[in-house]
Nanobody, 125 residues
Framework: QVQLVESGGGSVQAGGSLRLSCAAS????????MGWFRQAPGKEREGVAA???????RYADSVKFRFTISKDNAKNTLYLQMNSLKPEDTAMYYC???????????????????WGQGTQVTVSS
């Protein structure tokens, strides 16, 4: 059974940083497509960053040059380093994993099969 457990969320002031972690069990992160999504109240879930199975990465325009996705296959863990945080980054952040490939759906939920429970990120101005 695949389990994804996020951690590292919290409250921070604008301009601050947080590092999210997603520990996977029952799932090997090597050569797989994984991503981070977020959902604010009343809004749709949106893709933030993705790590493709070919080790290429993709970012939403809103987080480019501020967020960095990384992966440690030895630890079966996905990370999201978030710098220069803004109030509009406030959301529940979810880790997602595909059975294998995401295809063209790197930053859309339909590309993923497994989801974590989420970790809350709150950025105050």
């Amino acid at each position: 059974q695949v389990q994804l457990v996020e951690s590292g969320g919290g409250s921070v002031q604008a301009g601050g940083s947080l590092r999210l972690s997603c520990a996977a069990s029952g799932y090997s992160t090597a050569n797989k497509c994984m991503g981070w999504f977020r959902q604010a109240p009343g809004k749709e879930r949106e893709g933030v960053a993705a790590w493709n199975s070919d080790d290429n990465t993709r970012y939403a325009d809103s987080v480019k040059f501020r967020f960095t996705i990384s992966k440690d296959n030895a630890k079966n863990t996905l990370y999201l380093q978030m710098n220069s945080l803004k109030p509009e980054d406030t959301a529940m952040y979810y880790c997602a994993a595909a059975r294998w490939l995401c295809g063209p759906f790197l930053l859309t939920p339909r590309g993923y099969n497994y989801w974590g429970q989420g970790t809350q990120v709150t950025v105050s101005s």
